[in-house]
């Protein structure tokens, strides 16, 4: 899966040619770096990629929501939708600008269901936010009827999903913006690094004044002598992270091709098998980071992960999955804040603070405990998939 697996001397003379040229930071230099900006090639190579107006790019992934809900007004007394199956950022960034993270269900595409959203919107529901979980995407038709019937943003929590589409359209390219997540797990990789894109050039506008301490960048003045927008802060990324990302997302395509092709190898194998997948709103779409069997109860899903763990290739049941499944996320049910205020905890512009319980979302679970997942990487080699194709026909002899 990570795009770290394809590292090799372009990366390195990326870095190195920013090193050399000692020019580190993204704005400020501008009478000495000689007209290069990496990270500004970035954000425009990635733009046009994906075909968004605009893209930011910040920090992290966890950055890049919180900056764009930031920019969104996002704040306490506010309620967002989302999904009980994802990253946990999903959820911080939410309660980082004091609003209320609602959690729905997901169906059988490990996605947010649109159904389950429907009863849980309110006066104070501001947005929906899906999340493309393990680089498919939710089903944006029903999404954007969802919105635009209800008259809510819609937030698209793409961080798993670069290069990623929905009926041939980028997911993260559908909402008012989409993110992406730049972190070593990810298909392309800059180490830490994230991406905000957007056709709406008001809030990218915001997004990029709010990300950098509130600049009104201009790059005929010096930068100390620039105007300042709003109070911000520093979810700034380096030169060092633009030109990586250069390099890496020239490697996007390249990198979709080979775990498609692993995922169809592995699955025309086990064809005669008869196994259920997991849903794809769009299978042409899939960015086949990881296959996902659905079994038919939890007791023959923990069979199959046994058999498949005795001959040598384990995979995960993602009712264990304590990284992105919110029963098991007691700092959430805590509210385990270090701030004295704590919105949205105890906050006097929340009138209905969920408690997050384990038992909250039981077609969500009823989902997650009966699966079987298998992470794929770009570089495997046919003798890996030939192993799990075994360990796949291992599990299914034993349900
Ligand atoms: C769905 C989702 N959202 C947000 C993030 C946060 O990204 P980062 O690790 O770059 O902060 C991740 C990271 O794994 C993620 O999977």
């Known amino acids: 899966m990570p795009g770290f697996e394809l ?4 990366e390195i003379d990326a870095l190195a040619d920013v090193i050399n040229r000692k020019m580190v930071h993204r704005y400020s230099f501008n009478d000495s770096r000689g007209g290069i900006y990496r990270v500004e090639e970035f954000e425009r190579a990635v733009a046009d990629h994906v075909g968004a107006r605009h893209c930011l790019a910040v920090s992290s992934g966890s950055a890049s929501l919180y900056v764009a809900m930031k920019a969104c007004g996002i704040g306490p007394g506010d309620e967002i939708i989302t999904s009980p199956f994802t990253f946990i950022a999903s959820i911080e960034a939410i309660l980082e600008c004091g609003a ?5 269900e997901i169906d059988e595409s490990l996605n947010l269901d649109p159904e389950s959203v429907k009863p849980l919107i309110n006066e104070r529901t501001k947005a929906v936010m899906p999340v493309h979980m393990f680089g498919s995407a939710a089903d944006m038709d029903a999404f954007g009827r969802l919105c635009a019937d209800y008259g809510l943003a819609l937030f698209e929590d793409s961080c798993q999903a670069m290069g990623a589409t929905f009926r041939g359209r980028s997911a993260g390219t559908f909402g008012l913006w989409g993110t992406y997540s730049l ?11 994230g991406l905000i894109v957007t056709d709406d050039e008001e809030l990218y506008r915001r997004m990029e004044y709010y990300h950098d301490h509130g600049h009104i ?15 911000g802060f520093n979810f700034r990324m380096s030169e060092l992270q633009g030109a990586l990302g250069l390099v890496q997302l020239t490697k996007l395509e390249g990198a979709l091709a080979a775990l498609r092709g ?16 997991r849903v794809h709103a769009d299978p042409e779409g899939d960015s086949a980071t990881q296959i996902v069997f659905l079994l038919p109860d939890e007791a023959s899903a923990r069979r199959f992960q046994k058999a498949s763990k005795e001959v040598g290739v384990g995979c995960g049941n993602l009712s264990d999955n304590t990284w992105h499944y919110a029963r098991h996320w007691q700092t959430l049910r805590d509210g385990a804040l270090y701030s ?11 009138e209905a603070m969920p408690e997050y319980r384990p038992v909250e ?16 990487s770009i570089a495997m080699m046919e003798e890996q998939i030939g192993k799990i194709v075994k360990a ?5 002899a034993a349900l």
């Open 7 to 10: 590292f090799d001397q372009r």
């Open 340 to 350: 004295r205020t704590r919105c949205p905890y105890d906050c006097p512009y929340v």
């Open 183 to 193: 972190d070593p797990y990810k298909i392309i990789t800059v180490g830490e690094g």
């Open 100 to 104: 209320v993270p609602v959690l729905a």
């Open 361 to 376: 979302w039981p077609r969500t679970h009823a989902v997650l405990s009966r699966t079987a997942v298998y992470g794929l």
């Open 262 to 277: 692993h995922k169809r190898a592995i699955l025309e194998a086990v064809a005669d098998l008869g196994l259920a997948y």
């Open 217 to 231: 960048h201009d790059k005929t003045i010096d930068r100390g002598a620039e105007g300042k927008h709003c109070l």
């Open 392 to 396: 796949i026909r291992a599990g299914t």
